[in-house]
């Protein structure tokens, strides 16, 4: 015991230091044989001087087998150090408490570490949500200051097109086609920041959510806007999660519209929405039979503005699986892709199946 870089003590059964060792001393502060016959309840923080007299008696009672808890104890010099305790009892032949024996670790250097890296990420957290609010603020600010003017361009093209169509020639039709089709992509472009906004700072209203009528709803949307196209839409019946209704929509409108889009040229366009439960969350799946796209890539698919296609393919603003991975992180849950060109591919969502202890409460 006597060489021994850990704290070690004996401590009789009235709670008095019976023997030290030189490392227990230096922890604090004492000198040789300066704390023999001392009360040890002396060193315990005097907030937790009944909870160390309890647990004293429960060691020596027998209801409490072993201590093994960081604690906190008073320097000579009055300035707490933490510790990592360990208490047991010695007890004689005849199963009779004789002595307790206590090991203690210097841990302040640990949780001052801990303590440091607790504020680092503290701050760098506020100084992201400070950012993102800024950024969406600003984001907010240009789509509002851009919605005017687009709906002017908007409505004259439509008026010019309207009035002087017969008079236009081929190559003037086609600017005038092209203005319009610039403004419709710019729309779209705004309401996906729009969308992106929200799902970012959107209140939560998690309740239980029917994922296969929405699915269904989502698909018969996308049948209506596009009338002419055949498909063939597949939705697994069943498929419950725990979340926000709205949002959770618009998930699906994202992946199912993404899927539709990848699939021009496909005839029928085939959509499956398909799932499992398993250990309280759903596995969902969107799986479609469109170009597909290079898992070398893959890593760029959620980042904002990441298009893997171009316009010839359906691509669009870059935004809409953005949107989808962050609603996704907002319900604690995980989405990923598998594809292969020109074969498909298939998103996979996890989701809260159940709605979670503390919310149930």
């Known amino acids: 015991m006597a060489v021994s870089g850990i704290g070690m003590a004996i401590l009789d059964l009235q709670g008095r230091w019976v023997e030290v060792n030189p490392a227990f001393e230096r922890m604090f ?3 040789a044989g300066e704390l023999v016959g001392q009360s040890a309840l002396s060193f ?6 009944a909870l160390s007299r309890r647990y004293l008696q429960d060691l020596i009672d027998g209801t409490l087998p072993m201590l093994d808890e960081q604690r906190r104890y008073l320097h000579r010099n009055g300035e707490v150090v933490w510790t990592h305790t360990n208490v047991a009892v010695m007890r004689d032949g005849d199963g009779k408490p004789v002595y307790l024996l206590l090991q203690l670790r210097d841990i302040g250097a640990q949780r001052r570490a801990e303590a440091q890296l607790k504020s680092q990420a503290e701050a760098e ?5 400070l950012a993102m609010r800024q950024l969406q603020l600003f984001a907010d600010a240009v789509a509002h200051d851009l919605r005017a003017p687009l709906r002017s361009i908007e ?13 236009l020639d ?5 600017y005038l086609d092209r203005i319009r089709a610039a403004a419709a992509r710019m729309g779209g472009l705004l309401s996906a920041l729009g969308d992106l906004s929200h799902v970012t700072r959107a209140e939560l209203h998690p309740r239980p959510v029917d994922l296969s009528l929405l699915a269904e709803w989502v698909g018969a949307e996308l049948q209506d806007a596009e009338p002419q196209r055949r498909a063939e839409i597949r939705v697994q019946p069943g498929l419950d999660a725990h979340g926000d209704e709205r949002l959770l929509k618009l998930l699906l409108s994202q992946l199912m519209g993404n899927a539709w889009k990848f699939s021009r040229g496909r005839d029928p366009i085939r959509i499956e929405v398909t799932g499992e439960h398993v250990d309280g969350r759903l596995r969902l799946e969107v799986r479609d039979q469109g170009v597909g796209f290079d898992m ?5 698919l959620f980042e904002p503005f990441q298009r893997l296609h171009g316009p010839d393919q359906g691509g669009g603003h870059g935004l809409g699986l953005a949107i989808a991975k962050r609603i996704v992180e907002r319900h604690r849950g995980r989405l990923h892709a598998h594809s292969q060109p020109d074969a498909g591919s298939v998103f996979t969502v996890e989701l809260p199946a159940v709605a979670p202890t503390e919310e149930r409460s």
């Not at 315990?44 to 001087?49: A, L, R, S, Y």
């Not at 070398?296 to 760029?300: L, Q, T, V």
């Open 296 to 300: 070398r890539y893959a890593h760029k």
């Open 29 to 31: 502060g004492y000198g």
């Open 44 to 49: 315990v923080h005097p907030e937790d001087v």
């Open 170 to 174: 081929a190559s003037e039709r086609d």
């Open 125 to 129: 957290h506020a100084a992201y949500d």
């Open 155 to 167: 409505s004259f093209s439509a008026l010019l097109a309207e009035r002087a169509g017969e008079r």
